[in-house]
């Protein structure tokens, strides 16, 4: 499987996500490949926010070598699924799609702990406290993504 984490900038959200699916999708033996991006285009080239980092290294995961991209609408032949961190996110994203099998793919992350209730990730880009509880949402999130692929269907 393929994945791609989008927010806003590509260098909060995102990068966190990517790095938890990784490691949870590793530890459970499933070859996957994942990515990140932003909708914005501000932090190209960029690492992670450093606050992400430290979250991430406090949990054991290291997502130092990261670097920020912008999406592009050729992300949708590359990847099965793409969860996006709000609302903003999944519309900027659903506009470059160019038919229902490309919408198909592009999910809001906390639709996996929450189905349907359009729950969105805060940013927490100007609140240093958030970083600890963006990282247990989206921990959970994962862990119920990687928990459903183990689940014998």
């Known amino acids: 499987m393929r994945i791609l984490m989008v927010c806003l900038g590509n260098i909060c959200r995102s990068p966190l996500a990517e790095g938890i699916m990784k490691t949870k999708a590793a530890e459970s033996g499933l ?10 285009y501000w932090h ?4 992670p926010d450093r606050r992400s980092i430290q979250i991430a290294r406090k949990n ?10 912008q999406f592009r609408a050729a992300d949708f032949e590359k990847f099965d699924k793409i969860f996006v961190m709000d609302v903003n996110n999944r519309k900027d994203v659903l506009v470059q799609a160019k038919d229902e099998t490309q919408r198909q793919k592009v ?19 100007y ?14 999130a ?9 689940s014998p269907k």
């Open 142 to 150: 994962c862990t119920k993504f990687v928990e459903a692929a183990l």
């Open 60 to 69: 054991g995961i290291d997502i130092t070598d990261q670097r920020a991209r």
């Open 31 to 40: 070859n996957w490949e994942v990515d990140s991006a932003g909708t914005g």
């Open 107 to 125: 999910v809001l992350m906390l639709d996996l702990l929450f189905p349907g209730q359009d729950r969105s990730v805060p940013d927490p880009y």
């Open 127 to 140: 609140d240093d406290n958030g970083f600890e509880e963006v990282f247990g949402m989206l921990d959970a």
């Open 44 to 47: 190209s080239g960029e690492p």
